[in-house]
């Protein structure tokens, strides 16, 4: 098992950056894929980025490509979404998950789900 939880979600004006953070704990992060979801009110869930154990390698959805980038620092057990240049359609619930595959995050169904963050970008 292993347990996800997200911070750093919050408000912040069209424009601005946030920088969200998933803590791992239980199974050994370093072992797992993980990746970033959103999903906003009367929406469905939908795929952001996700980065392999090793951190070598990542994916992005065309809609957040050279705007957010992921990482993670496997020694503290941390991931890590940077956004940049946040939109008003940017606006939802973000989570973080991991898995063994990468394919299962990209196609969103992942072991271990995060609960979740609010973020808001007010225009």
């Known amino acids: 098992q292993v347990q996800l939880v997200e911070s750093g979600g919050g408000l912040v004006q069209a424009g601005g950056s946030l920088r969200l953070s998933c803590a791992a704990s239980?199974?050994?992060?370093?072992?797992?894929?993980m990746g970033w979801f959103r999903q906003a009110p009367g929406k469905e869930r939908e795929f952001l980025a996700a980065?392999?154990?090793?951190?070598?390698?990542?994916r992005y959805a065309d809609s957040v490509k050279g705007r957010f980038t992921i990482s993670r620092d496997n020694t503290r057990n941390i991931g890590y979404l940077q956004m940049n240049s946040l939109k008003p359609e940017d606006t939802a619930v973000y989570y973080c998950?991991?898995?063994?595959?990468?394919?299962?995050?990209?196609?969103?169904?992942?072991?271990?789900w995060g609960q979740g963050t609010q973020v808001t970008v007010s225009s």
């Open positions: 239980g199974r050994t992060f370093s072992s797992l894929a």
């Open positions: 980065i392999i154990r090793g951190g070598g390698s990542t």
């Open positions: 998950a991991a898995d063994q595959s990468l394919h299962n995050l990209v196609v969103i169904a992942p072991g271990y």
